[in-house]
């Protein structure tokens, strides 16, 4: 495998003003540039020089104490503690880091008095890498997400997510969308990503 310095040699040596450059040599450079290696890169724990071949292991690192990938998924759904809706989820993460969180919500039995908050179970492994991800004091992130209705697209809204004990809560704004929209049928399907650092919130 040849270094940079080498095919800049052979470029400086072969590819001349006025010459005559040989199929062979013109082959043998590009091949050279497609599998260059530069002597002495080290990344991320692997001294594989080959750019394709290092990102395809750093792709699949093994797990350390620094970094401890982790996933979670289901292809069914969980429902919310009182049955007005479902849940489909993946969470794909670093601990301590920041998470992928893709889902799809979709409301079953809309329920004026309950209000728009539904309460999901999330298993105690889930819970663990949430919460070495969610440490600061308002363990609560809020976004903007299109929503649909029977497959139509209807309205932006406001959800917020809160990680409490081993409960995941939905609660969505009442100001930012028609409540006629807010039925049997409604959904959201995306996809967020976050992390969040022990911030100081306090206002001296």
């Known amino acids: 495998m040849a270094t940079k310095d080498e095919i800049t040699s052979k470029i400086n040596s072969k590819i001349v003003k006025d010459g005559n450059i040989r199929a062979v040599d013109t082959n043998e450079i590009l091949r050279d540039i497609l599998d260059f290696s530069n002597t002495g890169i080290t ?8 750019i394709e071949q290092r990102v395809i292991v750093l792709e699949n690192k093994p797990e350390t104490d620094d970094y401890k990938p982790f996933s979670f998924w289901d292809e069914n759904p969980i429902a919310d503690n009182n049955g007005l809706s479902q849940l489909w989820y993946s969470f794909k993460g670093i601990s301590k880091e920041s998470v992928n969180f893709t889902f799809k919500f979709v409301l079953l039995k809309p329920d004026s008095k309950k209000g728009k908050e539904y309460n999901y ?3 105690d492994k889930i819970v663990k890498e949430l919460k070495s991800i969610l440490i600061g004091k308002d363990d609560n992130l809020t976004f903007i997400v299109p929503g649909c209705y029977n497959d139509f ?5 406001c959800l917020n997510i809160s990680l409490i004990e081993d409960t995941l809560k939905f609660r969505f704004s009442d100001n930012n969308f028609n409540d006629n929209n807010f039925d049997n049928g409604f959904n959201i399907f995306t996809s967020i990503h976050f992390h969040c650092p022990p911030f100081n919130f306090d206002r001296k």
């Open 43 to 50: 990344q991320n724990t692997t001294n594989i020089n080959n």
């Open 153 to 157: 697209y209807s309205n932006h809204v």
């Open 121 to 123: 179970k999330l298993n």
